[in-house]
């Protein structure tokens, strides 16, 4: 069952000083309505880049966002800083309106977008149950009923009598996602909060949220910049850029979408990267794949034969012993594996000569799931002070899941290492 449906919403905002502009624009505004008209400043305005400087008096926020949610889902929003993502959940919380389009909801709906919204400072703990649970719209009966979970949840049992304003954030948290997550709305609504939170409140929030979901089978809707807990939690995700959605589907492919979209803008062209320390005598300057059969490829299968074309711009020439190296990390910054020609035994001073190398991997032992590469070159030692060029996030494997163990079947898509080992 649908609960809740997106059409067409999009928001503009004003730059500059706060209100709908100058008299001469509300006049137009007006003039435009009662002739039946569409608002004349709907069809200006910039996108949301927050990066580049404004050519016109209006921003898109949100732009045509489409989507709907069943029940029990629990839908991911990412997206980089500016994207849009809190004006999308304002606007299903009800804070704010769009500007076009509606939001169509079956149930009640709970939000908690910023740390201890709606809690008088004043009033202890406990009197901030009450009072927040009235604004999300429940009966002090059922705020009763679940007061004794609330503070247990939160862990601020101790200080529950106690004014909110000498609160940490960590425990406004607690007790503001305590107070939204039993008192059972149908739709949750959470921004980003888990940040403020330490790990042990962390764990406790996601494993709440998937109970919410799951077990009670009530909607979750979530922003957080941690790719971790989105795929931890999410069952689908929205990716949204510049105010527009441009990906939505599986939490994985989401969120791998999102990883590799923006980092290859960023590091599209390793020759021409400034972020890099080193000497810089020699640069790498160029990476390829290449296929069993010698065909260039963007994707390796995982467990199938992948040759990597590292290149360099030999600028002058080196005295002494070259160590060329790269470790392979997840996207949580995770190292899987890590190669140093000093350990292999291999002469790099004489390839070099050729200004490339090539690594040849007979079986890629790595799940499904994106990689990034650190590169380093150095010198006599890998040591920071004899680095002739380091440069992180150089490269990103896309890892496709294959049949590695010849079976007949996919393995899982995981960023993870797989054995080639036996069981018997």
């Known amino acids: 069952m649908i609960i809740l449906k997106a059409e067409n919403i999009s928001k503009q905002y004003r730059l500059g000083l706060v209100g709908t502009g100058t008299i001469s624009h509300d006049l137009n505004r007006w003039w435009a309505g009662i002739r039946g008209k569409e608002d004349p400043y709907l069809k200006v305005g910039?996108?949301?880049?927050?990066?580049?400087?404004?050519?016109?008096?209006?921003?898109?926020?949100?732009?045509?966002?489409?989507?709907?949610?069943?029940?029990?889902?629990?839908?991911?929003i990412i997206g980089k800083n500016g994207a849009g993502k809190s004006t999308l959940l304002k606007i299903l919380s009800r804070v704010t309106i769009p500007t076009t389009g509606e939001i169509k909801t079956k149930g009640r709906i709970a939000s908690l977008l910023e740390v201890g919204t709606g809690f008088h400072p004043e009033l202890t703990g406990r009197e901030n149950i009450y009072l927040n649970g009235a604004i999300l719209g429940m009966t002090k009966a059922e705020i009763k009923a679940k007061e004794a979970e609330i503070i247990e949840f939160s862990g601020?049992?101790?200080?529950?009598?106690?004014?909110?304003?000498?609160?940490?954030?960590?425990?406004?948290?607690?007790?503001?996602?305590?107070?939204?997550?039993?008192?059972?709305?149908?739709?949750?609504?959470?921004?980003?909060?888990?940040?403020?939170?330490?790990?042990?409140?962390?764990?406790?929030?996601?494993?709440?949220?998937?109970?919410?979901?799951?077990?009670?089978?009530?909607t979750v809707l979530f922003v957080s910049h941690s790719m971790a807990a989105v795929k931890s939690l999410c069952t689908r995700a929205i990716v949204l850029e510049h105010g527009t959605s441009v990906f939505e589907g599986d939490t994985d492919e989401a969120v791998d979408f999102y990883l590799k979209k923006n980092d290859k803008k960023e590091y599209s062209d390793i020759g021409?990267?400034?972020?890099?320390?080193?000497?810089?005598?020699?640069?790498?300057?160029?990476?390829?794949?290449?296929?069993?059969?010698?065909?260039?490829?963007?994707?390796?299968?995982?467990?199938?034969?992948?040759?990597m074309r590292v290149e360099f711009k030999i600028e002058q020439k080196v005295e002494g012993k070259l160590i060329f190296g790269f470790s392979i990390n997840?996207?949580?910054?995770?190292?899987?594996?890590?190669?140093?020609?000093?350990?292999?035994?291999?002469?790099?001073?004489?390839v070099l000569e050729k200004g490339f190398l090539d690594i040849e991997i007979e079986r890629v032992l790595l799940r499904g799931g994106v990689y990034n590469f650190q590169f380093i070159l150095s010198k006599n030692t890998t040591q920071k002070e004899n680095h002739v060029d380091y440069i992180e996030k150089g490269f990103y494997l896309n890892v496709l899941p294959g049949d590695f163990y010849n079976v007949g079947h996919m393995n899982r898509k995981y960023n993870a290492i797989i054995l080639p080992c036996k069981i018997r």
């Open 46 to 76: 910039s996108i949301n880049d927050r990066s580049t400087k404004a050519d016109s008096d209006y921003v898109w926020a949100l732009r045509d966002i489409n989507f709907e949610v069943q029940q029990g889902e629990v839908l991911g």
């Open 330 to 350: 997840d996207t949580q910054e995770q190292m899987k594996a890590m190669v140093v020609t000093d350990e292999m035994g291999i002469d790099i001073n004489t």
């Open 156 to 218: 601020c049992e101790r200080y529950v009598y106690t004014p909110v304003k000498r609160y940490s954030s960590g425990m406004r948290v607690r007790l503001a996602f305590a107070v939204a997550a039993f008192l059972e709305p149908d739709i949750l609504v959470i921004d980003e909060v888990l940040a403020v939170g330490d790990a042990e409140f962390q764990k406790k929030a996601i494993g709440k949220m998937q109970d919410i979901s799951k077990g009670d089978g009530r």
């Open 272 to 307: 021409l990267r400034k972020d890099r320390s080193g000497s810089g005598e020699i640069i790498i300057s160029k990476i390829e794949l290449y296929s069993k059969s010698n065909l260039k490829i963007d994707s390796v299968i995982s467990g199938e034969y992948l040759r």
